[in-house]
């Protein structure tokens, strides 16, 4: 399965330099976590975030409508997109594999056929665009 995500107008730079490490993680193990594929080749993961994000101290907002919080992020081997309910989405180098991780708070699972099927059951295709489900 190729992982086909749509962009904004804007493009984003990956970040040129690895997130800082914490004191006591070992780089090669960071390494060796984030190029592990999950679950299978090719796996995509999809976590609901209903809280804000704040990434370095600000907090995100969507470009397309200035929503702060409800968002959809979507792991696919080391990259992490953040999708909003109007649509928009975006790959954010900020967001590692291991952040990801850490956010999964229960080991519920649902199995969709493609991206854009689990956007459209989730509600992250535009059609609740300017609404909070939560």
Known sequence: MTLVLRTTDHTTEPAP???????????????????????????????SHLHELALGGIPVM??????????????HGRNVWVCCRCGDQWLEPEISRA??????????????PSVEQALTALGFDGAFAGTYLA
Do not use: K
């Not at 969507?62 to 792991?75: E, F, M, Q, V, Y």
């Open 99 to 112: 952040d990801f991780d850490a956010l999964i708070g229960t080991p519920d699972v649902t199995n969709y």
């Open 17 to 47: 330099v690895l997130p800082a490490l914490l004191a006591d993680t070992d780089p090669l193990l960071y390494l060796q976590n984030e190029t592990q594929p999950v679950d299978g080749s090719g796996a995509t993961r999809c976590l």
């Open 62 to 75: 969507c470009s397309g409508c200035r929503a702060r919080r409800d968002w959809l992020l979507i792991n």
